[in-house]
């Protein structure tokens, strides 16, 4: 069950990457506070920008390619869009809660940080959901999607040994639950590795919903 008109699946990409764009843009280029660098150590910023990239190299191989059927990895397909997706739950079921405005990074309920946390992840998922064909992820590929915020994490420790703090929570981290020097090495490590399992349980959902689709699209062929 998903829309074959490739017309309509590139006009509906090229919205994902103009929105994209214009919410990364309003969020991270009009501060004089906080440099770029400070702004791209943010997980949001880091997977929307992801997305992007990958959608407008979708697009190039759409337009070159539009004849023909394009082969795309699907693991690739299923990292950016658990990436993004993970931005959007994280966001607003844990972080949200505690947070108030930062003057020159986030303003809460501003149309810039909606797009970041909110319609941009669900424009993404709705990509997958109306234009990918279903039944084509394997049982190893939430294993997979783990690997992009992993990594994350790596350069955030990294980061904290070199950069400066960040400007409104004077942490070297960016997110309180990653905070070694609040919480300690083995707690954070625990929380990560929480946060892993959770990762993973919402991939095999994911993929579990991919198997769902795809049974219902065989009952209405």
Known sequence: MYIKNKYVSLFYKIIIVIVGIYGL???????????LLEHFSYYTNISNL???IYFIIYIIKMFVNFNKNIVYNNTLKGTITMAIMITMLV?????RPFMTDMDGVMELNSLPNYIVHVIEPLLVIFDYILFDEKGIFKKIDPLKWVIFPFIYWIFICIRAFFASPFTYTSSKYPYFFIDIDMF????VIFNVFLMICAIIILGYMFLFFDRFLLKLSKKHA
Not at 184 to 187: L, S, V
């Open 184 to 187: 300690g090495i083995y707690q």
């Open 50 to 52: 992801v997305c992007i």
């Open 25 to 35: 843009y309003k969020s991270c280029f009009f501060s004089e506070k906080v440099g």
């Open 91 to 95: 966001f607003n079921f844990i972080l």
